[in-house]
């Protein structure tokens, strides 16, 4: 290669590499943007799923009251 050909493939690939790094540097940016959206939808699940199991749990509770409320009604009897 010449001399010329050598500085024109130089170029070339500087100009890649700068593109290259604007477009990585571009969808950076959206990549974090739908990474903090995702945070926020996962944490709203967690956050939903722990609120349930809490239901269910004070449900299983409310139930044993009752049936220790009707144990102890038969046993006055």
């Known amino acids: 290669m010449t001399d010329e050909q050598v500085d024109r493939l130089f170029n070339i690939l500087m100009t890649e590499r700068r593109q290259l790094e604007e477009l990585n540097m571009k969808y950076q940016e959206e990549i974090k ?41 038969l046993d006055t009897l």
């Open 33 to 73: 943007t739908l990474n903090e959206k995702h945070l926020i939808e996962w944490q709203a699940l967690q956050s939903q799923k722990a609120r349930d199991k809490v239901k269910k749990e004070e449900s299983k509770d409310n139930s044993q009251d009752e049936a220790n409320t009707v144990i102890e009604m």
